[in-house]
């Protein structure tokens, strides 16, 4: 994801149909650990991202984005700091991803308590039928825009999107993307359903590319896929493949084409 990318515009008609891969860190184990796992996946193929967080201290996040963020733009990825403003500037990564459900802190946003439900509450989770365009006045909007002029000219993502007005609000904020998926729920095998339908909603409708976080097999990565969502965002399919980073890599850039073949012979 370069800044070009997350600049794209246009209708859903005109996105492009293939999406592209988005690495998310593991934000625990050793980071030197991590940084060779990383070399490894990046050299399997194309990915147009890394997400990296660290749970922990400020001095330990600092130390995996200062060794991380290098290792992903050597190899012409994006590297976007999770969370973590000070990290992400002095690591001179190309962008911050807030998570709206990160809590009310200094690198985070605070949570929609009338929005906001339990992780593992799928079904109560809004999807957003009845959703109404947010206003500029909506205090989400706020704390988004003041990051987006924080950082101008870098990569300001969005996560932690549990309704659609909280996903419109990120958009009318100009967020380079948003990221539908929770981060802080693990991945099961398949991807989330309440994943799909916020992203199945949103490609058609809207400019700011979205990023739909894939569950941990390969058929979840299809799916996630088949969405048309600009960009899909793996963990464990690539991190615990049995053949290694690189091979986890390559064969999600192998689904990802695959659905990309289905959809443009079902056009």
């Not at 490609?203 to 899909?232: D, K, M, N, Q, Y």
Request: aromatic residues 4%; glycine residues 10%; charged residues 30%.
């Amino acid at each position: 994801m370069s800044k070009r990318d997350s600049d794209r515009r246009g209708t859903g008609a005109d996105k492009p149909a293939r999406s592209r891969l988005v690495l998310v860190m593991p934000d625990t184990g050793d980071v030197g650990v991590l940084a060779d796992d990383l070399r490894q996946a990046l050299s399997g193929g194309d990915v147009a991202a890394v997400l990296i967080g660290r749970a922990g201290t400020d001095a330990e996040r600092q130390d995996a984005a200062e060794r991380l963020v290098p290792i992903a733009q050597g190899a012409g990825a994006a590297a976007v700091v999770i969370g973590d403003t000070r990290a992400a500037g002095r690591s001179k990564a190309d962008g911050i991803h807030l998570d709206l459900g990160a809590g009310d802190d200094a690198d985070g946003l605070p949570a929609d308590d009338d929005d906001a439900v339990d992780a593992d509450a799928a079904d109560d989770e809004d999807d957003g039928d009845d959703a109404e365009p947010p206003s500029r006045a909506d205090p989400v909007i706020a704390e988004i825009a003041e990051m987006v002029s924080r950082f101008k000219g870098k990569i300001v993502g969005v996560g932690g999107v549990r309704t659609r007005h909280a996903a419109m609000a990120a958009a009318e904020a100009d967020a380079a993307y948003v990221l539908f998926g929770l981060l802080e729920r693990p991945d099961g095998d398949e991807t989330h359903h309440k994943t799909l339908a916020f992203a199945d909603w949103w490609v058609p409708l809207f400019e700011v590319p979205c990023i739909a976080l894939a569950g941990a097999t390969r058929e979840a990565v299809a799916v996630a896929a088949s969405t048309g969502a600009e960009f899909v965002a793996v963990r464990t399919f690539v991190w615990a493949h049995p053949d290694g980073p690189a091979a986890g890599v390559a064969e999600a850039n192998v689904v990802l084409d695959e659905a990309f073949a289905l959809r443009s012979a079902e056009r």
